[in-house]
């Protein structure tokens, strides 16, 4: 773990193993360094917005023990049901060499989890996706991606929460709203209602019509 300032912004931790990633997200649940207003959490990184080097070096010597860092998980399970009809199910098919329904198998099959939040809001990328399905993104990105859109780019699924472009392969689509417009124009919007899903909840898939 590598621990630096982020210009004016606050402390930079960066170069995570997934171990480390996992017990600070889990301890940042439970308290935040002296002066962070917010974490940002990253792939392999976290930033602690507004915190100083000092309190930041302070938080990690104090954090809580293994036990009171699983007691604060209030991490949920999430059973979603997906039509895939995608447009580009077919062509993940053929090239990863399976059929359709296997793709629909295998996407299917995991519980995975919610690892970071981003690139539009509430967007979630999802680890445990089948080596089988693992594809680099679209060479040709779309313009005009819908919401609830279920994808798999890289190493990842996920699912687009907004109307957004993107260059990830489509699979199929889901009903749920992963973010609420109108709860997030409130005067004191709360994270619980503005975005279905949040890091370290689990998801998984359940397919409605298989192609």
Partial sequence: ???SDYADR???LSALSDAERERLVLAL???LPDQCSEPVIGFSSILLVGAERKSVERWLIDLPSSEERKASNDSVHHTLKVCYDGPDLKGVAEACG???ETVVEKHS???YTVRMMGFSPGFPYLDGLDPDLHLDRRSSPRNHICPGTVAIGGSHAGIYSVAS????HLLGSIKERLFDTEAARQKQPRPDEIFALKIGDRVQFEPEILQ
């Fill in 165 to 168: 472009p993107g260059g990830w």
């Fill in 10 to 12: 606050g402390v930079l």
């Fill in 29 to 31: 649940e439970q308290t």
């Fill in 98 to 100: 399976l059929s359709v």
């Fill in 1 to 3: 773990m590598e621990l």
């Fill in 109 to 111: 099959r995991p519980i």
